[in-house]
């Protein structure tokens, strides 16, 4: 009979049953990541676009209803991601951001800018979306 009475005959690892083996903590999303994943969702056409309605300020909630409809980063058979996604600080409070979008064998570029409110909240001010579709760079 082997030292460890918990352990099943035959079982050579320590862990336990049930246990969970412990994991890296994430590091929380910047804004503009967050954002990015949030834009590509509507965009793709996986979310509403009201679901933005709170995250959104002046023009910004138009264009994404404008663009919306016809889900520009949702084309093909494989779900969109965000490949890359970077932001840069101009003033203090905006972040001009701009990420790239893969689906499948495509690649989208997005642009959008970020205004952080009186409440210290961040919200998307404007959204845009590049031109023609480029086949993906391996």
Known sequence: MSKDRTR??????????GTVPAQRPRRPLRPHQWFAERLLAVLSG?????????????EAYDQL?????????????????????????PANGVVEAFASIATGEQVRAMAFRLEQGPDLRWRCAAIDLGGERLPAVR
């Open 8 to 17: 099943p005959a035959g079982r050579r690892d320590g862990s336990r049953p």
């Open 46 to 58: 996986q979310r509403p676009v009201h679901w933005m309605l709170g995250h959104t300020i002046g």
């Open 65 to 89: 209803a404008d663009l919306a409809p016809d889900a520009p980063l949702g084309a093909g058979c494989r779900r969109p991601v965000v490949r890359t996604c970077h932001g840069t600080q």
